[in-house]
């Protein structure tokens, strides 16, 4: 059954560096998104993307992130400086068609825990 | 701005029983409504979700009930079995490209 991978597994970083997280979506999705929890907290949509151009973005998505398509299979989420604040689990998921048959259902990854120090 | 609420942090059930998460929206825009799974250090694992237009979708042992008047949601396990420890959210969208809003979570702790 085809999945959504992401890599690494975990990623730890000095505060003020760049971390670039990569996901490669399900192989015909055509909608992706980034989404983070804080530890303790709820899942947070980050970003949504398709046709090669993000479609929707929430507050916490500021300057400091963007999101690329850099080929046809990889999809990447980079922080450009991190902050400690930033530290997380960040999952990437993607879906089919808009709203795909009568569930419009997105598929999660196994995430990447972000540790910022 | 809680637009999606799970009031109920946690549930124990015992083995065999029903289970039963709740799930409140405020959104009047949100026209799909999906239940996830999630262990620890893990992803959130599809469950069942259901469109605006109806008020029941059935999958095995799940069920998705959809209250539009009351803007509310619930999930039912039944029978309820051990790997069914998990935390539950409850998410909504109003679908295409717009991401999904979780609630914060429900701890169903099945017990022997």
């Known amino acids: 059954e085809p999945e959504v991978t992401q890599t690494p597994s975990h990623q730890v970083t000095q505060m003020g560096q760049e971390v670039i997280l990569r996901c490669v979506p399900i192989s015909n999705h055509l909608y992706f998104y980034w989404y983070r929890q804080i530890l303790g907290q709820k899942v947070e949509f980050l970003v949504s993307?398709?046709?090669?151009?993000?479609?929707?973005k929430s507050e916490i998505f500021d300057d400091q992130f963007s999101v690329e398509r850099p080929d046809g299979s990889n999809f990447t989420l980079k922080i450009r400086s991190t902050k400690l604040e930033d530290s997380a689990m960040y999952f990437c998921?993607?879906?089919?068609?808009?709203?795909?048959?009568?569930?419009?259902?997105?598929?999660f990854g196994p995430g990447t825990r972000l540790t910022v120090l | 701005d809680q637009q999606v609420k799970q009031n109920s942090p946690s549930l124990s059930v015992q083995e065999g029983r029903i289970s039963i998460l709740n799930c409140d929206y405020t959104n009047s825009m949100f026209d799909y409504f999906l239940w996830y799974k999630k262990y620890p250090a893990e992803g959130p694992t599809f469950l069942i979700s259901?469109?605006?237009?109806?008020d029941k979708n059935e999958d095995g042992r799940f069920t998705v009930f959809l209250n539009k008047s009351a803007k509310h949601l619930s999930l039912h396990i039944v029978p309820s079995q051990p790997g069914d420890s998990a935390v539950y959210f409850c998410a909504a969208t109003p679908g295409g490209a717009d991401g999904l809003t979780f609630g914060k979570g429900t701890h169903l702790i099945i017990q022997p």
């Open positions: 998921a993607s879906k089919g068609e808009a709203h795909s048959g009568p569930t419009d259902t997105q598929y």
């Open positions: 993307f398709y046709n090669n151009e993000i479609s929707e």
């Open positions: 259901i469109s605006s237009i109806k």
